[in-house]
Structure formats: C-alpha cells, structure tokens
C-alpha cells in the first residue's frame, strides 16, 4: 500500500496535541491540554474550542466520538465532559471517580467505558450517569476500546504479576 502525508489545517503549535478521535471521513476532533480542536471537513481546517473553563486546573487526556454528534473526553481527577453538537459546546459529567481517567471509548451512543488507574466506569445511558465496575484491584487501567455495544478490551497492568494484560468483557 502507499501512503499520502498532506498538511491540513493550522493549530496553535505551542499547545501539545494529545489524543485524536473522527467519528467518519469528516468529522474529527483534537484534544490538547483544556481545549478541543474540531474539523467538520476532514482536517482541512480547524476549530478551536475551549472545553474547561479558565482558570480551572483539570487536564484533558483522553477523547472519543460515539457519533458526529456525541462526544466525550476525560482526563485528571475524573474529569469528564461531553459534547452532544459535534463539540461546539461543552458540559461537565459527574464520573462517579476522582481518579485520573486516561481513556474513555463507546461501543454505541448508549453504551461507553472510561478508565485510568485503578478505575474502571461504565454507562449503559448515553453518559447521563457512570457507575463503576468492580474490576480486580490488582490491575491499573490504562486502555480501552469498545468495537460494539456488547464488546470491550482494557488494556493495564497486573500489579501482583508486573506484566502487561488484555482484557475484554
């Protein structure tokens, strides 16, 4: 195969880029430190959105699209927030955690993980609440993907055995 490396669009390069997230060819959205950066044409420009208010101390970390429409991104201190018009307005959720959250991943715009740390969350309502699922303590979460509503995998670590582990519901 063969690959193309096109520059598209403009950010602000003294802010480090974080996780990136497209819920299809044209809608994408770029997390850096407390804002988003919001494409709605395949990355040929941009659009910067402030997501924590100034002056508040949460850094993002995380970002995933459940659709065009619906996103979310987490990040310290169980910091989450959820955009339900394609990111042009941001609001808090309350997580159910004060953990670091460092992932975050939805199988459907009903169904979604969040995990960091010794935490691991999940909604089975769209984000209105998160309840936390109690995994074995042993691991610290860093990872998630949720390829449908039914399936998940968590990626972390076993603490007891000091390895990598692969997990999925």
């Given at each position: 195969g063969s690959f193309e490396?096109?520059?598209?669009?403009?950010?602000?390069?003294?802010?480090?880029?974080g996780d990136l997230a497209f819920a299809d060819g044209d809608h994408g959205w770029s997390l850096y430190s407390q804002s988003v950066a919001r494409t709605q044409n395949g990355g040929a420009s941009w659009q910067?959105?402030?997501?924590?208010?100034?002056?508040?101390?949460?850094?993002l970390r995380a970002i995933t699209a459940a659709s065009a429409e619906k996103i979310?991104?987490?990040g310290v201190g169980g910091t989450m927030f959820t955009s339900a018009d394609g990111g042009a307005t941001w609001g808090a959720v309350d997580p159910a955690t004060s953990n670091t959250l460092v992932d975050v991943a939805f199988g459907s715009v009903s169904v979604g993980w969040a995990v960091g740390g010794a935490s691991l969350q999940r909604t089975t309502n769209g984000g209105t609440s998160w309840f936390p699922v109690s995994p074995d303590a042993r691991y610290s979460w860093d990872g998630v993907a949720a390829p449908s509503e039914s399936l998940a995998c968590f990626t972390g670590r076993d603490g007891t055995a000091a390895r990598d582990c692969i997990v999925r519901t």
């Amino acid at each position: 195969g063969s690959f193309e490396s096109t520059d598209y669009g403009t950010l602000d390069r003294s802010l480090a880029v974080g996780d990136l997230a497209f819920a299809d060819g044209d809608h994408g959205w770029s997390l850096y430190s407390q804002s988003v950066a919001r494409t709605q044409n395949g990355g040929a420009s941009w659009q910067t959105v402030r997501v924590i208010p100034e002056h508040t101390a949460p850094e993002l970390r995380a970002i995933t699209a459940a659709s065009a429409e619906k996103i979310w991104a987490v990040g310290v201190g169980g910091t989450m927030f959820t955009s339900a018009d394609g990111g042009a307005t941001w609001g808090a959720v309350d997580p159910a955690t004060s953990n670091t959250l460092v992932d975050v991943a939805f199988g459907s715009v009903s169904v979604g993980w969040a995990v960091g740390g010794a935490s691991l969350q999940r909604t089975t309502n769209g984000g209105t609440s998160w309840f936390p699922v109690s995994p074995d303590a042993r691991y610290s979460w860093d990872g998630v993907a949720a390829p449908s509503e039914s399936l998940a995998c968590f990626t972390g670590r076993d603490g007891t055995a000091a390895r990598d582990c692969i997990v999925r519901t």
